[in-house]
């Protein structure tokens, strides 16, 4: 039976462009030319399709009749929803993991913290989107801060929440005026979730989710509405 030699390539194309989607290279409600990503990705027509019926199956990108597909659109009503949903099972994650982690717990939260904190946001090889290394380790330091709960439905509703919230995330980086410490945010979650101050912990991970909605609100980025 032959044996396969790494993900197919249809499995390549939507890491390719789930990428570019979470790292904001493309823009909300953006429509996406299949015939421009089979071009520049040098992936084949079907590899392509099957990527993005994926991704709209995770609701990264939605299909229009007769137009083919388009990037999701940030809207105020989807951001509120979302940032309430996720805080109230991120915070139950977290508060589990706090209550039954160990050692290798605190030292992940810590080893993911660090790499994140020596990586730039931005990608040195394109100022408009962000650093790809940065949001895998990004996704990395959430995951460690729960990797302790014990229950693995909570975790798996944890992840595709998260997923969608880096759609938003990202759109932040752009328009934060520089308010916003990105690294002091994080490193108070660490800090208070290893101290194992369950209140404190949750309170962190509230305030910073809470100013990725400040931001997009106030700046417009997710209108009310839809409208983007």
């Keep these: ?14 890491d390719r462009i789930r ?12 429509r996406i030319k299949i015939s421009d990503l089979v071009r520049e990705l040098g992936f084949s027509l079907g590899a392509v399709r099957e990527a993005l019926s994926r991704l709209g199956s995770e609701g990264l990108v939605t299909a229009e009749t007769n137009k083919g597909y388009c990037v999701a659109r940030l809207s105020a009503e989807e951001l509120d929803d979302l940032t309430e949903t996720r805080l109230l099972i991120e915070s139950e994650c977290l508060s589990r ?3 039954n982690g160990d050692l290798k717990w605190e030292s992940g939260i ?8 020596r990586l730039p946001i931005i990608d040195p090889q394109d ?7 940065w949001n895998a380790a990004h996704t990395r330091f959430h995951a460690a801060l729960v990797a302790a ?22 759109a932040t980086v752009s328009h934060d005026g520089g308010r916003r410490d990105l690294a002091a945010e994080h490193r108070r979650i660490a800090e208070k979730a290893i101290a194992r101050d369950e209140a404190a912990a949750v309170e962190a991970l ?13 700046t417009g980025v997710a209108p009310r509405g839809g409208e983007g």
């Design 1 to 14: 039976m032959a044996k396969t030699s790494g993900p197919s390539l249809s499995a390549q194309a939507y």
């Design 149 to 170: 709960c014990d229950s693995p439905w909570l975790l798996q509703l944890r992840e595709m929440l998260f997923v969608q919230s880096e759609r938003y995330r990202v």
């Design 127 to 133: 100022q408009s989107r962000v650093n790809p290394a």
């Design 97 to 99: 993991a706090i209550r």
């Design 110 to 117: 810590v080893a993911a913290q660090f790499e994140m904190s």
């Design 19 to 30: 990428a570019d989607i979470l790292g904001g290279g493309f823009a909300s409600g953006q």
């Design 206 to 218: 509230r305030a910073h989710l809470g100013m990725t909605r400040k931001i997009l609100l106030e």
